[in-house]
């Protein structure tokens, strides 16, 4: 059997067996997610709260912005709390004032200790003992709590309405005032806040353990690591150095890759020109302006972390408050990054076949303003769910959907997927008959394809949920977008049409390149597909979720352990002949690209994946440390890069204005390392710290987030946004400068 079939065999062997164990423990997820029950009683069986209260409390929800205005079970934003960690933490202090106050007479500060402990024991028999029947479909719930959820929905109504009292609390959480409209609104979203805060806390049936795991850490209601925690944390660590030991075995066994003697000449100069091919310029156009705009929404929202009600004293969350701008700004990165990506395939797939099949030029066009109205449609329809324009069923239609990078209506995720699928008939359909001709990058382009049809199809996850599906449930799925399309196979295909470019520039040969992709796919895929576990330890998943997440997150690290050998080949290859200089930008974006992998994805990625750390940091700055320099360091440069690539083909007589690129290169690499190191990564070991001193609620508190050093610390961060921003606009500038001056010639 041949090198190529046995990674063949590896790589089919991997996916189906990866995606059995995720599809088996899906449905696990669906037999022990937390239960919405049919009602939730008192003691003296008066209904506290409906089932349907819950579940169109948590459309209300998502309404406003769902993960957009802080976080449930520490997914979403950053600057108001994560409402289960808050509910929890003032429901315990409310609980046992209330105990101490009876038994006596004092304060609960004011006892000592032995009756503080004795009173923190009763709390948490309370609060840990699951009550739910699963016969009648009920929870029931103490006086004391009924006592304690009357007095938060007082205090969340104030909060989310326009109580004076509560202005300054708005403004640093950047919450505008009458965010919800109506008093019946307000207690059905309490009613969705204290059931996900129920499942923080009740113990699981036969377990000792809390539906998420016992996070949030809060040391008063007996939230605290598990065993578990410890030991696949140190399992993870094990398996990362044992991996990596045998990765770097193999590889100096194998030796280094055999690379072509370069041509004398650009082998591109000598390709032909299709009509669609030239149309993809435009995709570019739509991709630097999305990227201003996005950086524009960016510099807005981190701004409200220091004023939450205003934009240097304008009152712009009047009008664009946080939820919307941090809609817009991580809904533009998936945007601008997918359409270049896009746009690179809709180029590669004609330059292969050397024609253009009938009406690939009509399906260019309509593809690209089918895009153009997904974009301006979604972001509008947002915008109108969070200002509460529209009701329910709207708004899960064409508004807020509330789940961070999927807020997009169910209509315009119809839409998106329509696209996605158009788009890879636009793949397949130039490929065909050089796939029947059996060439020698045959197989090369088989890889290509199997990478379209996987963006197409995994974006589909997106509908496997409902209006009022189990939280749970909703996030099992939301992941499989999140890590599987983006994270997954969105990286098959760049490292395809890499190593496809570089075939094409006859600095790779075909065999070598295919053997290449097949390995690489295997490594990452490997712990990637059942890596999507990380991100689910703590939301009301089922123990083994813990397990397979932490050991198989660990395997994600390893291959970028070996990206320095990457680096530095895509370095060698850029000087390996004299008109390579033409293509020397393109081939550095390729390098951060290395870089950014091993620093924001592996490094940044592996100090919150174990399950140990991600207990106690999940839902602080060190989660958006990681995304944004894997997010735009990863798939942002090599966004740009393809597009640098493509271009430098489409306008193959163009001298480049080299300054300028220089430019767009180091502010855009300076400036996020300075946003990562001068105030993301500072700020997240701080809260990290508080979270394990204080616990969760305390280290996304109010007071420790508008203390004076912190607000320095968020300061710091327009450093490095400045020096990003001129990259953003720089790179902008390039792609206008370039097309329009300039026409493409025909070949």
């Avoid at 944390?233 to 044992?242: A, K, W």
């Avoid at 959907?401 to 807020?407: R, S």
């Avoid at 091993?598 to 750390?613: C, T």
Wanted: with cysteine; charged share 15%.
């Amino acid at each position: 059997m041949n090198k190529e079939r046995k990674l063949w065999l590896g790589f089919t062997a991997v996916i189906l067996l990866s995606f059995g164990v995720l599809g088996y423990y899906g449905y696990e997820i669906y037999q022990q997610s937390p239960p919405i029950p049919n009602k939730i009683i008192s003691s003296d069986n008066k209904v506290v709260f409906t089932g349907k209260a819950i579940k169109e409390g948590q459309n209300i929800w998502q309404s406003i912005g769902g993960q957009e205005v802080g976080s449930i079970w520490g997914h979403g934003a950053y600057v108001a709390p994560d409402w289960t960690a808050d509910w929890l933490h003032r429901e315990a202090l409310f609980i046992l004032n209330k105990y101490a106050k009876s038994d006596f007479n004092k304060s609960y500060d004011e006892i000592n200790d032995e009756q503080q402990a004795a009173l923190k024991i009763r709390l948490q028999k309370d609060l840990r003992t699951n009550t739910y029947d699963k016969v009648s479909n009920t929870i029931s719930i103490s006086k004391e709590r009924v006592e304690a959820i009357h007095h938060l929905s007082n205090y969340y109504k104030d909060l989310f309405t326009d109580d004076p009292k509560f202005d300054q609390l708005r403004s640093d959480y950047a919450i505008p005032k009458n965010t919800i409209k109506s008093e019946e609104r307000m207690q059905k979203m309490n009613a969705f806040f204290f059931w996900a805060t129920w499942a923080t806390v009740t113990e699981r049936p036969e377990d000792v353990i809390s539906y998420t795991h016992n996070w949030p850490a809060d040391e008063l209601v007996g939230n605290v690591p598990t065993t578990s925690l410890y030991t696949w944390s140190g399992v993870s660590i094990i398996l990362l150095i044992l991996c990596i030991g045998v990765l770097v075995f193999y590889h100096v066994k194998s030796g280094e890759d055999e690379d072509a003697p370069p041509p004398s000449e650009d082998p591109l100069l000598k390709q032909g020109m299709t009509p669609s091919m030239r149309l993809v310029k435009k995709y570019f156009w739509a991709v630097s302006l999305l990227m201003v705009v996005q950086m524009l929404l960016g510099i807005v929202t981190a701004h409200y972390g220091v004023e939450g009600n205003g934009f240097y004293g304008i009152p712009l969350d009047e009008i664009l408050p946080y939820s919307v701008t941090r809609t817009w700004h991580t809904q533009l990165a998936i945007f601008w990054i997918a359409t270049a990506w896009l746009a690179t395939g809709l180029y590669i797939a004609p330059a292969v076949s050397g024609k253009d099949p009938k009406f690939q030029v009509f399906g260019v066009n309509f593809l690209f303003i089918a895009l153009l109205i997904i974009v301006v449609g979604s972001m509008f329809g947002q915008w109108m769910g969070v200002m509460q324009k529209l009701d329910l069923i709207e708004n899960f239609w064409f508004g807020h959907q509330g789940y961070e990078y999927v807020d997009l209506g169910r209509f315009w995720q119809i839409f998106l997927l329509i696209g996605l699928f158009l788009w890879l008939a636009l793949m397949v359909r130039p490929l065909l008959p050089v796939l029947k001709r059996k060439t020698e990058e045959k197989n090369l382009i088989i890889m290509f394809l199997i990478s379209c049809t996987a963006i197409a199809m995994f974006y589909g996850a997106g509908l496997m949920w409902g209006r009022q599906t189990n939280l749970a449930i909703a996030e099992y799925w939301r992941w499989w977008v999140v890590h599987l399309w983006v994270e997954g196979f969105f990286e098959v295909f760049a490292t395809v049409v890499i190593a496809f470019l570089f075939v094409r520039l006859g600095l790779l040969k075909t065999k070598t390149a295919i053997h290449n992709v097949l390995f690489a796919t295997i490594i990452f895929m490997s712990g990637g597909i059942l890596g999507t576990f990380h991100h689910l330890y703590f939301s009301g998943t089922p123990t083994a979720i813990m397990a397979l997440g932490a050991t198989f997150s660990a395997l994600e690290v390893v291959p970028l352990t070996l990206i320095g050998y990457e680096a530095y080949h895509n370095y060698k290859l850029s000087k390996a002949t004299r008109w390579l200089e033409d293509y020397k930008w393109p081939i550095y974006f390729m390098i951060a690209v290395a870089f950014w992998n091993f620093l924001g994805a592996g490094i940044f990625g592996f100090i919150i994946n174990p399950p140990i750390a991600l207990y106690y940091v999940q839902g602080l700055n060190t989660t958006p440390l990681h995304a944004h320099t894997a997010m735009f360091g990863v798939y942002g440069m090599l966004g740009i890069g393809l597009m640098l690539f493509v271009l430098r083909s489409l306008y193959r007589d163009i001298l480049w204005n080299q300054k300028l690129l220089k430019i767009t290169f180091w502010s855009l690499n300076i400036g996020l390392l300075a946003m990562a190191l001068l105030s993301l990564l500072p700020i997240g070991i701080w809260q990290a710290l508080e979270s394990m001193d204080h616990g969760m609620w305390y280290a996304r508190s109010a007071e420790l987030m508008q203390h004076p050093t912190m607000i320095i610390l968020k300061w710091l961060r327009s450093i490095g946004d400045i020096i990003f921003a001129i990259g953003i606009v720089t790179t902008c500038w390039f792609v206008f400068d370039l097309t329009l001056k300039n026409k493409i010639k025909q070949f």
